[in-house]
């Protein structure tokens, strides 16, 4: 799709919310799990000094339902990865900072913002969030070797954020919470697993009747993932 990059926060967001509406269910339901017992919600995300539009799902899942759940998304949506996180895991051992804005004012803008000004308070910063109402997620993620993709320990980590939030707009934010955390990525390279196998073989592989029932469901998200490109142009030469 030639022209996605082309594309706005926007027209990203309403994309978003068809997938949440037509495709998120379909996949809630094949993991053998009730759409109404899980809140999902289109939020701004960043990765990498980047804001786009992106899925947030939260409930009251064990870590076995989680990861196959990440694992369903990230097979059917083609995700490198992933993130699933407990933020009242006190045995956790990734660092994290969520900072509150003030009511109703936590928007693509104001999100991506902050984000820039934290990495500008620290270098290491702006490597992801999430967002949850108005509430702006850090998550301190380490790598399999234990070491945080920041670059940053934990406690240079939250006393970045801190700083940031101090000095940033009139009233300044407040940290909400900050701690440890459980945060896992849960992923699938495409370059080399074109497939999908690292996702298959955590849900109970190719020939497995979640993978089949995911296989289904991909093709919807197929069409609509045509029929959206059509619709904006995204497909079309530049």
Excluded: C
Aim: charged residues 25%; proline residues 3%; without cysteine.
């Amino acid at each position: 799709m030639p022209r996605l990059s082309q594309a706005s926060y926007d027209d990203r967001a309403a994309f978003s919310a068809e997938v949440l509406k037509e495709i998120v269910p379909k996949i809630i339901t094949a993991n053998g799990i009730d759409p109404a017992t899980l809140e999902t919600e289109v939020t701004p995300g960043g990765y990498l000094l980047k804001t786009n539009a992106s899925l947030q799902t939260e409930g009251d899942l064990d870590d076995t339902a989680a990861d196959r759940l990440a694992g369903s998304l990230g097979y059917v949506f083609r995700q490198y990865s992933v993130l699933a996180s407990r933020l009242n895991d006190t045995t956790g051992k990734t660092g994290f900072v969520v900072v509150r804005f003030h009511q109703d004012s936590l928007n693509a803008t104001v999100a991506q913002k902050f984000f820039e000004a934290a990495d500008a308070t620290e270098k290491g910063l702006g490597g992801g969030y999430t967002v949850f109402g108005d509430e702006q997620i850090f998550l301190n993620v380490t790598n399999s070797e234990g070491k945080p993709y920041s670059g940053l320990d934990d406690a240079t980590f939250q006393d970045g954020l801190k700083r940031a939030a101090a000095s940033f707009g009139d009233p300044a934010l407040e940290v909400s919470s900050s701690g440890k955390a459980t945060a896992r990525f849960i992923g699938n390279d495409w370059e080399t697993s074109k497939r999908g196998e690292d996702y298959q073989t955590l849900l109970g592989g190719p020939d497995g009747e979640l993978v089949k029932k995911l296989d289904e469901i991909s093709r919807d998200y197929a069409s609509l993932v045509a029929k959206t490109a059509e619709s904006k142009g995204w497909n079309r030469d530049e």
